[in-house]
Each structure stands twice: as C-alpha cells, then as structure tokens.
C-alpha cells in the first residue's frame, strides 16, 4: 500500500522541535516530510498531501524578517494546522492581531475549553500543555473562533469557521503536552482524514519493490560496517535483490574486542549474505604510527578505508551501484540552506567513494528517522545487539585512544571497553543510555596492587544521555554499576590502575574525546 498517498507536509520555520512534528506525525502511522517554510505552492500542488503542518520559530512574525510562507497555500482547500508561530503567522496573514507578551510563557500551562470540536476531542479543561512563545495572539481574525485559552493566552487554540485552518499555540509534539498526541492524531484522522498506511511493514514493501525495479539485475556494492545503518541497508537490499548484493566488511584495526567476528556470524553465517571480510588491520596500524592529531588519524581513516573499498569493488567487477545508509536527517540538513535551521553536520557511511567509483547511489533508508531504522532492521530480523547499537565513531576506538595507537595500547582500550559493554551496553536497565564507552588517556599515575607500587594507564568512563547528539548530559549511573566497572577494568586489563568518570555535559564538552 503506498503511504506517500497520505503526505502530511511540515513547513520548517526554524524550530527546534520540527523534527519531532514529523517523529510523532509518523509514529501515528502517517507519512510526512519537512520543507524549508517557503516551499513554492506549485510544488505543494503537485505533491498532493493531505495536510499542511506550519512549525514553531524563534523569530517574531512582525520582524521585518520574519520568514513567511506562501500564502496561497491558505486557498488550496488542503487542512493546515500552525503550531505556535505558524498560529501567529495564520491570525496575521487573516488581519488578527499579534503582539509581543509583557510576560513570557514558557513551560507548564493549564488549558481550559471554549468550544466543542473534533480536534480536541478526548481533551478536557485543566489539561497540561506546553508553552514557548514571547509573542501572543491578541485577537482573531474575522472567521475563526476560539477553542481553548490559558491563563496567559486568551487564544491557545483556534479554527476557522469552516474547519479547515486549525492553529494552537502550545507545542502538541513535545512530551511535556502529555495529550499532544491525541491533538496531532485528531489533526491528521478526523480534518485531513487519513487511514494511517505508514508503518515498518509497509516500508520494507515499498523499498523492496523500489530497489528491485531500480536495481534490476546489476550488483549492489554495501561497505557493512556492523552499525545499525548500514546492516539495515544490508539486510533491505538482501530482502530485495539477493545476492546480487555484495558486501565488504573491512577490519580497520580500531573495532571493538571481537566486532570483526560478530559481524560475520550474523551477516555471513546466520543471515546469509554474500559478504568479504577483508583484515586490514596491519595496514591501519602501520599508517597510525607517530599520529597523534585527532583529525590526522581522522583522515588517514578515510583515506585508506576508501583505498581498500576500491580495491575491493574492482575485483566483484560489474558493480553500477553503491548502498549508503542515508537518513532523513541528513535529507533535512541538505535541503535546510533554503529556510532558517541551522545546519550542523551530515553523516555519510562512505563519503566520497561515488565520486571516485562513479557508481550510482542507492539509499534506501532516505525517508527514515534513526529509531524507525531501528525498527525496520528488527523486522527484517537483524538481531537486537545490531538493531539496539549505540552510535559508534566511523574512526572507531582511534578517536578514544588519546595520543598515539599501538597494539598494545588498542588491546587495553578493546579490553575495557568489552567491560563497559558487558555492564552497561548489554544491560536492559541502561537501554535510556545514548553511548557508554571507555577513552584511553595518555597519562599514568600511581597505584598500588598487592603489596607493589604501580606506574599504569587511566581509563576514562563517558556515559551520555541524550535524544539526537546534538546535546548531551552525563547519565547519572548508580554508584554501584560504576563499582563494577571500575574493579572489573582494573582486576582484568592488564595495565590499568585507574578509572575516572567523565561528569561534563554537551555543550560545552563534546560526547567524544577527539
């Protein structure tokens, strides 16, 4: 069934919650996609959707250089809701009245209902909502009526007389609006009147058909790193094309304690894949000799790994296409330089092989968010130490050793951080954990073991909590779990006299070390 039949389109007036519009949007089985806020009506026209969402702003839409949308989207007879100052820019552009708040309301609020409606069914009066807006709407325009206020803000939620233009101005997408949901799922079933296509199954059909029609019968060529990414990828294009999908796993010397291993029992041994395992080992070591700088080692990665891919994919010959794991995210970023969101960085498996290699880029995974990845690979079967993975480094352990590599300081920091997995990865208590991982510093200090004075390494522990990477807070682990991993670094890697704990939270810090 074609979910795209049921586009809800979201306008990006530069909110930092827009991204979760569309997550909360898709978790109620309905596709979306975010556009930069002045996305052309014709384009609009053409793409057919069934709803218009207009997201929140830091900007006053009586800034001379308030972004604003195109008009005329108003009279395409397609549902639209603005939330916060897509309502603001609504009561504007309908001659309303908009003003800046004496007092600023942020956070907590209680709503109360004026009038009955579809869109606030199964919300009551005294419901918490969200707020955050400096601005407020001071009156409606002419044809819309008022559902609900809040103690500071006479108009929380309005419609037109018709039932076509819905505006609120709490934020029904964060979790502090505990009933938002319930207002987003009356939104898109009950005034834009979809069936609700979207979900995990329906993807896999749609992406196997799209890559076999795409494909036909030319070989795919997958860089399968073991990372919740490109398995997927993997295990999408395998589900579609067989093994006309050929994979190259390359050990680059910096993996985790037996991740080589790992990856080819799951993909080679259990699932099937026609995959090559190519130990490169020695030659990233070689290459890391006397490298201290992050971004050196950074590069020397990058370099190399794209030699020996080449490599490689020239020997399987006949090969028109390369897989990437490419998420929506990264979409959005790419598309942001034409609205107000900031653009950060984008992720990429393989940068800059298609150039090189002149394949053609399939990226099946482009539609998708991180945690529906997660569910897709789940029900494709990929077991959960692939599809629960936390985020790892493409420069892997390289970039958490401190200084220089060696074996034998890899083999320290392989060590210590299966020991973190073991406690904190692998525990289902930890699964809020958004990375936990050991960082060989290139200090030593003194201890003592048995009756003898040692001169050994430091481990550092980093344990975050966080949605999205771009900020992070350390995770408050109970002091006894923190025990266990200390003792056990120090009673089991040979060469560690002590642990320390990474306290300092993103901004300012960074999650990694370099």
Known sequence: MDYHKELILILDFGSQYTQLIARKTRELGVYCEIYPF???????????????ILSGGPKSVNEDDAPVCDKGIYNLGIPILGICYGLQLTTLFFGGKVEKSAKREYGKAHISIDKKDKFLEGIKDGDIVWMSHQDKV????????????????????????KGTIYGVQFHPEVHHTPKGKTILK?????????????????????????IRDEVGDEIVVCALSGGVDSSVVAALIHKAIGDKL??????????????GQEVMEIFKDRLHMNLKYVDAEEKFLKAFRGVRDPEKK????????????????????????????????????????????????????????????KLKLIEPLRELFKDEVRIVGKE????????????????????????????????????????????VERNPKFKHIW???????????????????????????????????????????????????????INEVPGVNRVVYDISSKPPSTIEWE
């Open 246 to 259: 050929r994979c190259v796993f390359v050990n680059n010397g910096v993996l985790r304690k037996d991740e």
């Open 38 to 52: 002045n996305m052309e009506r014709e384009k609009i026209i053409a793409m057919k959707p069934k709803g218009i």
């Open 380 to 423: 494709l079967g990929l077991p959960d130490n692939i599809v629960h993975r936390q985020p790892f480094p493409g420069p892997g352990l390289a970039i958490r050793i401190i200084g220089d590599i060696t074996k034998e300081r890899l083999q320290i920091l392989q060590e210590a951080d299966s020991i973190v997995r073991d406690e």
């Open 435 to 489: 990375q936990s991982f050991a960082i060989l510093i290139p200090v030593k200090t003194v201890g003592v073991m048995g009756d003898e004075r040692t001169y050994a390494n430091v481990i550092a522990l980093r344990i975050v909590e966080s949605e999205d990477a771009m900020t992070a807070d350390w995770a408050r682990i109970p002091y006894d779990t923190l025990d266990i991993v200390a003792r056990r670094i």
């Open 138 to 161: 001071l009156k409606i325009p002419k044809g819309f009526v008022t559902l609900a206020h809040s103690d500071n803000s006479p108009y929380a939620a309005i419609r037109n007389e």
């Open 186 to 210: 009356n939104f898109l079933y009950k005034i834009c009147g979809v069936k609700g296509l979207f979900s995990p199954k329906s993807f896999i059909e749609m992406a196997t058909k799209k």
């Open 298 to 357: 950074r590069k020397i990665i990058g370099r190399l790994f794209i030699k020996i891919f080449e490599e490689e994919a020239r020997t399987i010959g006949n090969v028109h296409f390369l897989a990437q794991g490419t998420l929506y995210p990264d979409v959005i970023e790419s598309v942001s330089h034409k609205g107000p969101s900031a653009v950060i960085k984008s992720h990429h498996n393989v940068g800059g092989l298609p150039k090189r290699m």
